[in-house]
């Protein structure tokens, strides 16, 4: 069985991060969760020393069932690419990720959020996190291979 820890999104979800280099990225995708159909849709904004990097295009729960398998379910959790209008520079250090949401309301009958890890909090890590041990789980960025 797996069990899943979701943090539910009320207006914003933050998350902290390390670069350990300079990167071009151009989507971070992450594991998203849709409790039923939500009202209104969600980004993901990507700072950087207390500035905005980078805002993605928005997401709705609509988009989720038209294009994940979560067509005709109440509940979806899965990786979920959020795209840029334009890649954009990440320099070495800390960066800051926050699922935002407009047109929102929480409601404990239909809400979004992300998946946490959960291993964390009960088996010992065999690596070592860049920030915190309460990370969303499987976040993924991509980058290109080519520098701007």
Request: neutral net charge; without cysteine.
């Amino acid at each position: 069985m797996t069990k899943l820890v979701v943090e539910e999104l009320y207006t914003t979800l933050s998350q902290d991060f390390e670069a350990s280099h300079r990167m071009v990225l151009s989507n971070v995708r992450l594991w998203v969760y849709k409790h039923l159909s939500p009202a209104g849709n969600i980004s993901l904004v990507v700072k950087q020393g207390g500035q905005t990097l980078a805002t993605s295009t928005a997401i709705t729960s609509a988009y989720l069932e038209a294009n994940t398998d979560a067509t005709a379910i109440n509940y979806f959790h899965g990786q979920i690419r959020f795209d840029f209008a334009s890649p954009f520079v990440i320099q070495r250090g800390d960066l800051t990720l926050e699922l935002t949401a407009a047109g929102y309301t929480f409601s404990e009958s239909a809400y979004f959020g992300w998946v946490k890890r959960h291993e964390n909090l009960v088996f010992t890590q065999d690596y070592a996190p860049a920030s915190g041990a309460y990370k969303p789980f499987g976040v993924e960025f991509w980058k290109y291979k080519d520098r701007l």
